[in-house]
């Protein structure tokens, strides 16, 4: 086999190396904790503390209701027990309870309204908790394929790297230095001829240089500097 047919197997090997590289280390980066997942369950726990404050005020109201309730009670059955008679202290003793009426008739509504937003409270917390089950079933499964690609990944590059090393054997160390000195300046150190051009740089080459390559000697371009390959 010549050179530079060996040399082309090793770029091929090199550049399926780096690209398997490449896709091992961007699903690597995908592996851990998923940024939505936390956003909500982050989220969840404010529902549920915004819920818990909600059923202490609705809790807290009703105390209140309960209370005054029994406070007019108490004052009602003092107004018209007949125990008292003076008319200045029964009048006052009306407005007393109308204006407990008053306190308990708006607390009445202010319950209503809690009672409502409790509901609300109540549906956001288990749509939010719907939403959380299935996006962390999502990352599970997520996780499971990246890392059983990540597996593969590996084997595949262990293949590689084996494959290498037994191209490399039969390469002139000196040559294979060529080689990574073109591949770290050009990226491929390797360009195939076809129909009389490099297509490393797409340039027609010269008679003289296509019948050097032909006859399986070393041979770069003249204009780009990679290693010519003939098929
Ligand atoms: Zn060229």
Redesign the pocket.
């Given at each position: 086999m010549s050179v530079a047919k060996q040399l082309y197997q090793l770029q091929e090997v090199d550049l399926e190396l780096e690209s398997n590289e490449q896709s091992l280390k961007q699903k690597a980066s995908q592996l851990g904790e998923s940024p939505e997942v936390v956003r909500v369950r982050i989220e969840l726990s404010s529902q549920r503390q915004h819920l818990e404050e909600l059923k202490r005020q609705q809790l807290s109201a009703e105390w209140e209701i309960d209370d005054l309730t029994s406070k007019i009670t108490t004052l009602e059955q003092k107004l018209y027990g007949g125990s008292i008679s003076n008319p200045k202290e029964l009048t006052n003793l009306q407005h007393e309870i109308d204006g407990l009426k008053v306190r308990r008739d708006q607390l009445e509504d202010k319950a209503l309204e809690i009672i409502d937003q409790v509901e609300l409270a109540e549906v956001r917390v288990v749509t939010v908790s719907d939403e959380l089950k299935r996006l962390e079933a999502e990352w599970r499964h997520q996780q499971q394929s990246l890392t059983i690609d990540i597996e593969q990944l590996k084997a595949t590059l262990s293949d590689l790297e084996q494959k290498r090393r037994l191209i490399l054997v039969n390469i002139d160390p000196h040559v294979v230095n060529l080689y990574q000195e073109l591949r770290r300046q050009k990226g491929t150190a390797v360009?195939k001829v076809d129909q009389g051009m490099?297509r490393?740089?797409q340039?027609s080459l010269p008679t003289s240089e296509l019948q050097q390559a032909r006859s399986g000697n070393l041979v770069r371009?003249s204009?780009?500097?990679?290693i010519l390959f003939l098929a």
């Amino acid at each position: 086999m010549s050179v530079a047919k060996q040399l082309y197997q090793l770029q091929e090997v090199d550049l399926e190396l780096e690209s398997n590289e490449q896709s091992l280390k961007q699903k690597a980066s995908q592996l851990g904790e998923s940024p939505e997942v936390v956003r909500v369950r982050i989220e969840l726990s404010s529902q549920r503390q915004h819920l818990e404050e909600l059923k202490r005020q609705q809790l807290s109201a009703e105390w209140e209701i309960d209370d005054l309730t029994s406070k007019i009670t108490t004052l009602e059955q003092k107004l018209y027990g007949g125990s008292i008679s003076n008319p200045k202290e029964l009048t006052n003793l009306q407005h007393e309870i109308d204006g407990l009426k008053v306190r308990r008739d708006q607390l009445e509504d202010k319950a209503l309204e809690i009672i409502d937003q409790v509901e609300l409270a109540e549906v956001r917390v288990v749509t939010v908790s719907d939403e959380l089950k299935r996006l962390e079933a999502e990352w599970r499964h997520q996780q499971q394929s990246l890392t059983i690609d990540i597996e593969q990944l590996k084997a595949t590059l262990s293949d590689l790297e084996q494959k290498r090393r037994l191209i490399l054997v039969n390469i002139d160390p000196h040559v294979v230095n060529l080689y990574q000195e073109l591949r770290r300046q050009k990226g491929t150190a390797v360009a195939k001829v076809d129909q009389g051009m490099c297509r490393g740089c797409q340039i027609s080459l010269p008679t003289s240089e296509l019948q050097q390559a032909r006859s399986g000697n070393l041979v770069r371009c003249s204009s780009c500097g990679r290693i010519l390959f003939l098929a």
